[in-house]
């Protein structure tokens, strides 16, 4: 997982240098209390359809909603978008390109790596099955067919978004191989990060604002690249290129000054722009076999081992950024405006990019819940699964289903960066949801 951040990280970085998560509560509930806990509420599962004969219910489980609010309300999230919660987790959490907020270990210990998408929950087409491509949006608008609710915009939204696709098309395909890029005044940012590409930086775009027309970098790739160092790569020269040949544009990078707010750049809402915090850019090392294989990212694991390879290290870039993978022959399925896209060597499997990505807690299955998302849980008898909460608002885990908690287990309310850990003696599935907001359930399959 750790190699995403080195990408974008480097791009930046390198740009920058050339140039000088609250969903509302729908009814907090919390396990684990006692009948005489003010403000708690016996529930009881609901009666079955048939009308005889009616059996008596099950022990009820007591749930002290209001203390779960309490509990909530004190949480201390960032002031704005671009900021940091107050606290630093003990162990990582977060997931590269699919998480608010992404915490990893480094020399120094657990550090902040990187923010995605505005506070709260977001709006993210990633799913392999949701139409979310640049190619699958286009067919969808030119069908004239319903728009499915997960994109969260209206027709008109969806057109003014294709259009600006479209644009950013054109402008990728302008410099469709790195020796045109590096004829035309480009610089190179970074080695061919994994299932992203080389980021080239564009003399030509404005660092001021957004515009379609004018991506602040292009990524280039080819099959094989990922395994180079940025030395081993090859630069731009005195206008050529001095690696080998085969690297084609997959897509775009664009930056805007970092605000407090989240940027208003694409239509619609699926755009979820990032910032790179602690990254080692520029470095000749970044790269190579071992980070394809290692998931490693460009902080290079401290200030010092940063700067001892020839790298920058910044404690923030100070953009935010966006990808945009607009060629159709690279076309991402898991969206647009996807950190990673399988399609980009090393040609990945969709739906394990995000597992590649996770940062596991030494023993034990790490599931991280990533914007109002429990994921897919498995686990085997006796494992340990730890929770990290890598959204901008408290979780609970709670056994049961939303109005029927069973009492099994439960976390409390827990915040950005807090974990939650528990294990399972006997094999079958257990459901699971949230207090803080009932819509998210999930199931933990225990073999």
Not at 26 to 36: C, F, H, M
Not at 46 to 68: F, G, K, L, N, S
Not at 230 to 257: K, N
Request: charged share 20%; net charge negative.
């Amino acid at each position: 997982m750790r190699m995403t951040n080195r990408v974008c990280v480097v791009l930046a970085a390198a740009a920058i240098l050339a140039t000088a998560c609250a969903g509302d509560p729908e009814g907090p509930i919390e396990l684990e209390g006692a009948a005489e806990v003010q403000g708690a509420v016996e529930t009881v599962a609901p009666a079955t359809e048939a009308p005889d004969p009616i059996e008596a219910p099950e022990p009820a489980v007591i749930v002290p909603v209001e203390q779960y609010y309490q509990d909530a309300e004190a949480f201390q999230d960032a002031p704005n978008d671009a900021s940091l919660p107050p606290f630093v987790p003990d162990s990582p959490a977060g997931v590269y390109g699919f998480s608010r907020y992404v915490f990893q270990n480094e020399d120094d210990g657990v550090v902040p790596t990187l923010i995605e998408g505005p506070r709260g929950q977001q709006v993210r087409c990633q799913e392999v099955e949701q139409l979310c491509s640049y190619l699958e949006l286009k067919e969808l608008h030119e069908s004239g067919e319903e728009i499915p609710d997960y994109l969260g915009m209206d027709r008109d939204e969806l057109g003014e978004l294709v259009e600006q696709l479209d644009i950013v098309e054109q402008a990728v395909n302008e410099f469709n191989t790195i020796e045109e890029a590096c004829a035309a005044g480009f610089s190179i940012g970074s080695s061919q990060n994994p299932n992203m590409g080389i980021h080239a930086t564009s003399p030509f775009s404005s660092w001021g604002g957004f515009d379609p027309a004018k991506p602040q970098m292009v990524l280039y790739a080819r099959d094989g690249g990922e395994l180079l160092t940025q030395a081993e790569q090859g630069d731009c020269v005195g206008g050529e290129w001095t690696g080998d040949p085969g690297y084609e544009s997959v897509g775009a990078v664009f930056t805007t000054p970092m605000t407090e707010e989240h940027p208003d750049a694409f239509a619609g809402p699926i755009d979820n722009w990032h910032i790179h915090y602690n990254t080692c850019a520029g470095s000749p090392e970044e790269g190579g076999e071992d980070a394809v294989v290692a998931n490693e990212d460009a902080t290079l694991g401290s200030r010092e081992r940063c700067e001892a390879s020839g790298g920058a290290f910044m404690e923030i870039i100070p953009v935010w950024m966006m990808h945009a993978y607009v060629d159709p022959d690279y076309d991402a399925q898991g969206g647009v405006f996807a950190m990673f896209n399988p399609a980009i060597w090393p040609l990945s499997d969709p739906d394990a990019i995000a597992e590649t990505r996770t940062e596991n807690v030494d023993g034990a299955t790490t599931a991280p819940i990533t914007n109002f998302d429990f994921g897919e849980i498995r686990v085997g008898t006796g494992e340990s699964v730890v929770f990290t909460n890598s959204d901008s608002v408290p979780h609970t885990v709670t056994g049961g289903l939303p109005g029927q908690p069973t009492g099994e287990f439960d976390s409390g309310v827990f915040g950005t960066g807090q974990t939650f850990e528990t294990s399972f003696d006997a094999p079958g599935e257990y459901a699971l949801f949230c207090v803080l907001h009932p819509q998210m359930t999930g199931t933990i399959t225990v073999e």
